[in-house]
C-alpha cells in the first residue's frame, strides 16, 4: 500500500531499496575518483586519511540515523539544522547539503565518460556525460518507486562486478607493491589526500532524504544505513588492496606513457592482470559503469529532495518546491539542479569539482553533530526510535574529524576553498537581506 503525505510525496520504500541507495549513492567512489588521492599521498598518505575518514562516516551514520529516524523529513540535514540551531543555520546546513549533492554528479558524470570512451573511444565523452544528466533526470522525475528500484538492480551488479574484480585481482596481490614509494609527500600528502578518501563514502547520507518517502522511517531507515555503511567498509578495504597490491599506486593512477591522472583506475589495475582484450577488461568496463550510474543517479534522487525541500520552505523559489502532478516528484528541482550540474561539468576539472562535493559534505557533517548535541540538550522529549550507540562519544569523534579534514582541505586547497566559501557567502547574503527580511515584514503586517 502507498501511503502519501499531504505535500505529495509518496511513502513506498523499504529497507532492501534503502540499502540499494545507501550503497548505491557511493559505489561510484569505489570506481574512480579516489585513486587521485594516491597522487597527493602514496598508498600510505591515502590509506592513513582514509582509516580516519572511514571512523568518521561509522560513527557519523549512526549518530545521523539517530536525527533521520527523529525527525524524517525530505530536508536531511536541512531539517535537523533548522530546529536544533535555527533557520539561520539550518540554511547554511542546507546550502552545504546542496552543494554537495548537485557537484558530486558532475564528476561522476564525466567518469561516465571517461568509462564509455573506453569501450567506444570514437564517441565523445562530453556528450555520453550530458546525454546521462537528461536520461537520469527523466527517470527520477517519473518515480521514486521506479527510479528506487533500478537503483537497487544497478547496485547489485555493480557489487557482484567489485567482488569479480577483486576475484581476478587478488591472487596476483604482492604485498611490496603496497610499499612502492608510499609515502612521496609525508604527513602533509595524508592531509591532501582527504577530499578522496570522503570519496569512498561521500553522499551516503542521501538515505536520510528520503525518510519520507519511507514506510515506517524509524525501522527501515536504521536498517538502511546500518547494512549500507557496512558494505561499503568492505567494499573500501577490497578495492584499495586488490587495485594497488597489483603494480603500486602509480599504476592505478596514471596510464602508460602519460602523466595525466585517469578516471578509470580499476580498468587500468586488471590490464596488468589480464591485458586490455581480455573478456573480464571489458566486462569490467561494461559493468563499472553501472557503478558509476548508480552514485550518478542515486545522487540525483536525494539532491531532487534536498533542493525540494528549500523551495518548500520558501528560502528558494516555491516552484521548486512543488511536486509533479502526475508522478509526485520534485521534478522543478530535479531540473533546476540537472542544469546547474552540467555548467559545472563544462568545466572539465573533475578533481576540482570533486574537492567542491566534499566541502560541502563536512560541512554538512559538522552541521549535523552540532545539531544532535543540541536537541539531546534541548529537546530531551523528542521520540528517538533509535538511539546512537556510546554517546556522546560517536557524534564527538565524527565531530572532531570532519572539524579536522574541513581545516586541512581549507589549508590544501585555497582556491577551492575561496570558491565554495564564495558561494556559501554569497547564498547566505541572499537569504538573509532578501529572503529572511521578507519573511519577517510578512509575519508582522
Known sequence: MENTQEDGLQMTLGPWLLWGMGVGLVISGMYFGWNLGLAEGGTLGLAIATGFIMLMYITFTFSYT????????????????????????????????????????????????????????????L?????????????????????????????????????????????????????INAFPNGISGAFAAIPFAIWFFLAIEGVANLAEETVNPQRNVLLG??????????????????????????????PPNSTEASDS????????????????????????????????????????????????????????????????????????????????LLTGKTGEIITIACFGAISLYIISMVSLFVLR??????????????????????????????VAMTIYNPVIALIYFGIMITAYAYFHFFVNKAQIAKTKA
Open 377 to 406: 540538550k534541548n529537546e530531551p522529549e523528542l521520540e528517538r526510535p533509535f538511539r546512537v550507540p556510546f554517546y556522546p562519544a560517536f557524534p564527538a569523534i565524527a565531530l572532531t574529524i570532519a572539524t579536522v579534514a574541513l
Open 127 to 179: 556528450g555520453i556525460a550530458i546525454g546521462a544528466y537528461f536520461l537520469f533526470t527523466l527517470l527520477n522525475v517519473l518515480g521514486v518507486r521506479l527510479a528506487t528500484t533500478f537503483e537497487l538492480v544497478i547496485t547489485i551488479l555493480a557489487v557482484i562486478e567489485l567482488l569479480i574484480f577483486a576475484g581476478v585481482t587478488l591472487p596476483h596481490f604482492e604485498a611490496k607493491n603496497l610499499t
Open 225 to 254: 544505513f546500518g547494512s549500507a555503511i557496512f558494505t561499503l567498509v568492505m567494499l573500501c578495504i577490497i578495492t584499495f588492496l586488490s587495485s594497488v597490491g597489483v603494480n603500486g599506486w602509480e599504476a592505478v593512477v596514471y
Open 265 to 344: 583506475p580499476l580498468p587500468l589495475a586488471l590490464s596488468y592482470v589480464v591485458g586490455d582484450n581480455n573478456f573480464l577488461y571489458h566486462l569490467l568496463i561494461t559493468v563499472g559503469l553501472l557503478g558509476l550510474i548508480a552514485s550518478f543517479h542515486g545522487i540525483i534522487l536525494a539532491a531532487g529532495r534536498a533542493t525540494f525541500e528549500f523551495g518548500r520552505m520558501r528560502y528558494v523559489s516555491s516552484l521548486l518546491g512543488k511536486v509533479h502532478p502526475k508522478f509526485k516528484t520534485p521534478a522543478y528541482a530535479l531540473i533546476v539542479n540537472m542544469a546547474v550540474g552540467i555548467i559545472a
Open 66 to 125: 539517530e536525527l533521520a529516524c527523529a525527525i524524517p523529513k525530505a530536508g536531511g540535514a536541512f531539517d535537523y539544522a533548522n530546529r536544533a540551531l535555527g533557520k539561520r543555520m539550518g540554511f547554511v546546513g542546507g546550502m552545504a547539503q546542496i552543494v554537495e549533492f548537485v557537484f558530486a554528479p558532475p564528476a561522476i558524470a564525466a567518469a561516465i565518460g571517461a568509462y564509455f570512451n573506453l569501450y567506444f573511444p570514437g564517441v565523445p565523452t
